[in-house]
């Protein structure tokens, strides 16, 4: 079996576990959305129509328009890691070494990464609607959730497909109220999904992995506490790609050489669906000193 090979198995298993685990899911895009335009472009579809006008009986119907288009939009951020396992040691553990870190690549370091950057690029879009409000009871849960319903009633967003992002202390917060007090709310969303809070940051930074690597909340970020969206008014994309080198074409060593690399457009809200996005973030700072998300043992996917 080739290089090739490998690195395509190994590229499909890592796939496998992004499509499981990422809390972001939800906004991948797919064909009749999204689609690569050649290197560091995506193309986005836009439908664009006119409003109705008047029928005159001499003169026939209102002339208006209607647009599809692809709109071509640079890529965000490129990302990459090389990983190696010696030909011995990955021997001495049975040949699993280099599969189980591709593995644990994917599920502790990459979906959490991209979780956190599609949230915090959602969080700094220019024109969606976001409030700082600090929440502490369930009471305060629901109304919040219950304003940012209001705002996209008021849009004339449509009800269904609406999805809710939260903070999972908040969440806990109103699985703990009795039922009926919080069901006529929750019922306003078409998913819940509840999302640890050092992959909800309003802002990071991507460190460049010449001192560290993975990302921080950057200086100044606040920690979310939900996000309100319509299904399709958010799109995002990351394109993964994988070489793998067997420890006989390895030129500088005698290893297992995995190179991945992916590229991302973290999120894309459509002009005409500013309105389908709503954020809400607690008013206190993160502090950096404690939230070195790389430089921690993690046990496990949050």
């Known amino acids: ?65 209607g647009k599809f288009t692809w709109e071509t939009i640079k890529m965000q951020k490129e990302r990459s890691i090389e990983l190696r396992v010696d030909r011995l040691e990955n021997g001495e553990a049975l040949d699993k070494a280099f599969s189980a870190m591709c593995s644990e690549l994917t599920r502790t370091k990459v979906i959490p990464e991209v979780d956190a950057a599609r949230v915090a690029n959602i969080f700094g879009y220019e024109g969606i609607k976001t409030i700082g409000e600090k929440i502490t009871t369930a009471q305060e849960v629901i109304k919040a959730l219950r304003t940012a319903a209001n705002y996209m009633d008021n849009a004339e967003v449509p009800a269904e497909n609406r999805i809710l992002w939260i903070n999972t202390n908040l969440l806990s917060l109103i699985e703990d109220m009795n039922t009926y007090e919080s069901k006529a709310v929750l019922n306003k969303f078409s998913v819940i999904k509840p999302f640890p809070e050092r992959r909800f940051y309003t802002d990071i930074t991507l460190n460049d992995g010449t001192e560290s690597f993975g990302y921080v909340p950057a200086t100044g970020a606040h920690i979310g506490n939900f996000i309100v969206f319509h299904k399709g008014a958010v799109v995002a994309k990351t ?36 309105e389908g996005v709503y954020g809400s973030y607690n008013t206190d700072t993160v502090s950096t000193e404690t939230e070195e998300t790389d430089n921690q043992e993690e046990g496990g996917t949050e």
């Open 1 to 65: 079996m080739n290089n090739i090979q490998y690195a395509q198995i190994y590229l499909n298993a890592m796939d496998l576990i992004y499509q499981q685990e990422a809390l972001t899911r939800d906004i991948e895009g797919n064909e009749s959305q999204i689609m690569p335009a050649g290197y560091g472009e995506f193309k986005v579809a836009k439908v664009d129509v006119s409003g109705l006008g008047d029928f005159e009986r001499n003169v026939g119907y209102a002339k208006g328009s």
């Open 239 to 274: 394109a993964q790609f994988m070489k793998y080198f067997t420890p006989d074409e390895d030129q500088t060593a005698d290893d297992h050489v995995m190179q991945y690399r992916n590229n991302s457009l973290f999120a894309y809200i459509f002009e005409n669906k500013l």
